[in-house]
């Protein structure tokens, strides 16, 4: 009877760590979306006292509604109003960054690495990144 249940164990715990693996993955990428970057210097990216605002208007005075990733999914063809572009936030919401926050997205460890908005398995969007 011990046999049979460590190997039960055993066996379930292979199947656990072999659907952890898979772990977050891209499903589908979504249209309308494009990857950009924020507009940080190497020396403020590593700064965890930087942070880019994002909002709940194109405006300036627009209640803040959290902080940008360093990758971030804009409307494309752009959406750009008082020099505000429409973000797509990991939580599916629509946000809003200053225009001058962006830069066109790209890897210094990968230069022929794509960057595509994705729609991830557990259901709220991401990014896939393709070589």
Known sequence: MRFTITGLVLAFSFIAIGASAQGLHAVKPLGGWTCM???????QSLDP???????????????ELGWA?????VRSPVHKVNG???????????????????SPWSSV????????????SNGKPGFAYLH
């Open 37 to 43: 970057k924020l507009n940080l210097s190497q020396k």
């Open 109 to 120: 460890a990968d230069p022929a690495a794509r960057c595509v908005p994705s729609m991830m």
């Open 49 to 63: 006292s930087v942070h880019v605002v994002v909002r709940a208007a194109p405006r300036a005075d627009a209640p």
């Open 84 to 102: 505000f572009e429409e973000l797509l936030f990991p939580n599916g919401k629509l946000v809003w960054i200053a225009s001058q926050s962006l």
């Open 69 to 73: 990733a360093m990758t971030v999914a």
